[in-house]
């Protein structure tokens, strides 16, 4: 079975492509040998960021780099050209996460703007443990939805999306192991090699 080609779900519709989920758009194999590898060798670091007055640990392992300088020995290339593929876009940018155990999380938020360009798609694809993503309408209807968001799974999200909802991963109390997303975008150049 061509698990590629197979039709996304549509979760959020709007004029700009929506948000869109393709459960399996990784073959399990495939997807626990990327996971191995990035979670093995990918340059996982540990980030501080200003919250307020405060200064707090960010609650996952970030790494990122530019999609035109790639490092060898990791699949991103191999992920890149599937993930561009299938929702074409001139990303230039892929950060990652890496989210431990259930403690690890990332607020609700909308990918920041000065950081994305306009009209291109934010696109992730998740390895490891399953953990659910809520998406949540700015305004008007309130009511999340939750997506969980599968081993070898694919995730696009508009960018109109980013105006209107906000994303997020919540802790959870399960027992959960490793989970790491792979986000391609399409940043200004100055924030390229920004996670
Ligand atoms: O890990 C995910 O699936 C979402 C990550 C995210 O929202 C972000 O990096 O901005
Ligand atoms: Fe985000």
Known sequence: MDLFAS??????????????????????????????????????????????????????????????ALPDGLPLGEIFARVRAAVPAPYNAVGLNLYRDGADSVAMHN??????????PITLLSLGDSRRMLIRAKGGDRRRIAVELAHGSLLSMSHASQLTHEHGIPKTARPVGARMSIVFRVRPEAHAASP
């Open 7 to 68: 039709p996304p779900q549509t979760l959020i519709e709007d004029a700009d492509g929506g948000v869109r989920y393709w459960p399996a758009f990784a073959a399990p194999a495939e997807a626990d040998a990327w996971f191995a590898a990035l979670q093995r060798q990918a340059a996982w670091k540990s980030e501080r960021r200003k919250m307020y007055d405060r200064v707090v640990d960010v609650p996952r392992l970030l790494a990122a780099y530019r999609t035109a």
């Open 111 to 120: 990918d920041k703007l000065h950081t994305i360009v306009p009209g291109h």
